[in-house]
Nanobody, 122 residues
Framework: QVQLVESGGGLVQAGGSLRLSCTAS????????MGWFRQAPGKGREFVAS????????NYKDSVKGRFTISRDNAGNSVSLQMNSLKPEDTAVYYC???????????????WGQGTQVTVSS
């Protein structure tokens, strides 16, 4: 079973930066695509960013383009999300995700982490 563990959330002022990390269990095949979703209070879970199994082809939600950067380690078992110029509307619980297919990682990943809270104060 795939296990994903996030870290790096916290409280930051608007304009600040945070880096989220996600480590996959040894059982997670390195050929899974990985990504990040988020869920703000009272809203549904939404796609934020994804990266393919080779560490390329990054995709981003329009509102985070130019501010967030997704990356993956060479071994393929961890993924990070560097978040710069944070805004109050970025406040949410952020979830790491993994899926064997590209459509899956963009829409409805099979595997999820437990989530990490990001709070941006104005």
């Amino acid at each position: 079973q795939v296990q994903l563990v996030e870290s790096g959330g916290g409280l930051v002022q608007a304009g600040g930066s945070l880096r989220l990390s996600c480590t996959a269990s040894a059982r997670t095949p390195s050929n899974h695509h990985m990504g990040w979703f988020r869920q703000a209070p009272g809203k549904g879970r939404e796609f934020v960013a994804s990266i393919n199994r080779y560490g390329g082809n990054p995709n981003y939600k329009d509102s985070v383009k130019g501010r967030f950067t997704i990356s993956r380690d060479n071994a393929g078992n961890s993924v990070s999300l560097q978040m710069n110029s944070l805004k109050p509307e970025d406040t949410a619980v952020y979830y790491c995700a993994a899926d064997a297919s590209l459509p899956g990682i963009l829409t409805n990943p099979a595997y999820w982490g437990q989530g990490t809270q990001v709070t941006v104060s104005s």
